[in-house]
């Protein structure tokens, strides 16, 4: 499995709550999106189980490739664990919008029969910001009468919007983003045959982020953020930029792209907060709350990417001076 970089404080958590048989029923694992979370999640279900099955004498979450239980789990034959993330559709080039009710239904397969390699379980959701709502009252009932010895570990990017009765059941675990020197490592342990050239200009798109900026290679970031720039130094009186990029990032092959402005776009405004102060920065933090929102709602709901990138470039443009009124 692929080796987890950085998150010491986390993992040094969940290994003593796990070591000192404290191990909460339910993690909520909370960060930013390509920091790790899933991965971190993967190798704690993995060492849950495995230490079940036996004594384990490694340190952290890490297991050898070859030890038993990382085999089953890695041929996706482990009777005793259970994934859940969005399926792909019929089409086979799109994921589902969301996690549906029926599988998290699936769960009582898990549950109906007693674990079969060590008396324990797991289940992994990824991310749980994904649940439809009939999906997530469905797991809410598994949270709230856990089966005995079964570990649910939850990805989150987004832990406020969650229902706050899934939160209260959960112990949360932050995973912030990394450092540049584990950035680094993580681009070279993924990347092997990066140039450090490329790996510096990824730790510098990634913000943290390894796995957000692996998604993001050979997409010009670097010309996209000077769009954003150019949008909050100069303005758009004409609309003429936003109309440009909307049209630009619509098209269905720029897809990839329209993934990486929603991201991007809310991070500009809050860079830009910082450079100011007092009404102008409220006014700028009002901005990248209704940027991070929209966003949000774009993903979530597949709004039109051609409306979202126009309002969103407007919200960029009325940091300059002399617009900060127009939005």
């Known amino acids: ?100 009710v029926d599988q998290v239904r699936g769960l009582q397969r898990l549950f109906a029969t007693t674990a079969s390699m060590s008396p324990r379980r797991a289940v992994v959701i990824d991310a749980i910001d994904d649940l439809e709502r009939n999906a997530a009252n469905a797991l809410l009932k598994n949270l709230e009468e856990p089966p005995p010895d079964t570990l649910f570990l939850l990805v989150s990017h987004s832990p406020e919007r969650l229902l706050p009765t899934i939160r209260s059941r959960c112990r949360l675990l932050r995973l912030a ?39 993001w290679r050979g997409l010009d970031i670097g010309a996209l953020d000077r769009e954003l720039d150019a949008l909050v130094r100069h303005g758009d009186p004409t609309n003429g930029r936003r109309s440009a990029l909307a049209s630009a990032l619509a098209l269905k092959s720029a897809q990839p792209r329209y993934e990486a402005f929603l991201a991007r776009a809310p991070s500009r405004i809050a860079a830009a907060a910082r450079e100011q102060a007092g009404a102008a920065r409220a006014d700028a933090l009002r901005l990248w709350e209704r940027a991070t929102s929209l966003a949000g709602s774009a993903r979530r709901h597949s709004l039109d990417p051609a409306s979202v990138v126009f309002e969103l470039a407007g919200m960029l443009a009325a940091l300059a001076a002399g617009e900060r009124d127009a939005a």
């Open 177 to 215: 983003p990394l450092d540049d020197d584990a950035m680094a490592s993580a681009l070279r342990a993924a990347l092997p045959d990066a140039e450090e050239e490329e790996i510096a200009a990824l730790v510098a798109i990634g913000e943290g982020a390894p796995g957000r900026a692996i998604a």
């Open 1 to 100: 499995m692929t080796p987890l970089h950085g998150h010491d404080n986390a993992i040094a958590a969940f290994r003593a709550a796990l070591d000192q048989g404290r191990l909460h029923h339910a993690w909520l694992l909370a960060g930013p999106e390509g920091v790790g979370k899933a991965l971190f999640a993967d190798k704690a279900a993995l060492l849950m189980l495995a230490q079940g099955a036996g004594p384990v004498d490694e340190q952290g979450l890490d297991l050898p490739d070859d030890h038993p239980t990382a085999r089953l789990v890695a041929a996706g034959s482990h009777p005793d664990v259970m994934r859940l993330e969005r399926l792909t559709k019929e089409s086979g080039t799109e994921l589902a919008r969301s996690i549906s």
